[in-house]
């Protein structure tokens, strides 16, 4: 029986799917950060905490097609945790599902990381 954190090369340690967007959480925690600071900038330091948990998951993986680094988690698990900072800001939700969408909108996914 596999633990959830033993994982094949090219699947995400939180959910088991094949990476198939290969951009890691630092690339897109910057992306973010840019898009968030122009909107609620007092969220930044909440979005680097959120970074700073999937900085644990350093196993062998996939490499990001944007900076080369090593990258354990899928874009759509780091997005679902980003996601909930917004859960008191509906419209600011709404936006960010739509400008970073990795298969947020109807997804039936659950993750329990302590934040």
Partial sequence: MR?????TKGECL???????????????ESEIEDWLSD???RLV???KKTGEMFKSYTHPGTNC??????????????CYEVNKLFENYPRLAEEFIEFFNF??????KTLDLEI
């Fill in 39 to 41: 909107r609620l900038p």
């Fill in 103 to 108: 298969e947020l909108r109807g997804s039936t």
């Fill in 45 to 47: 330091p909440k979005l």
């Fill in 3 to 7: 633990s959830k954190f033993d994982t």
């Fill in 14 to 28: 939180l959910c088991s799917d094949a990476i198939t967007n290969p951009i890691c959480h630092n690339c897109l």
């Fill in 65 to 78: 097609i944007l900076c080369g680094n090593n990258m354990n988690v899928c874009t759509h698990c780091y």
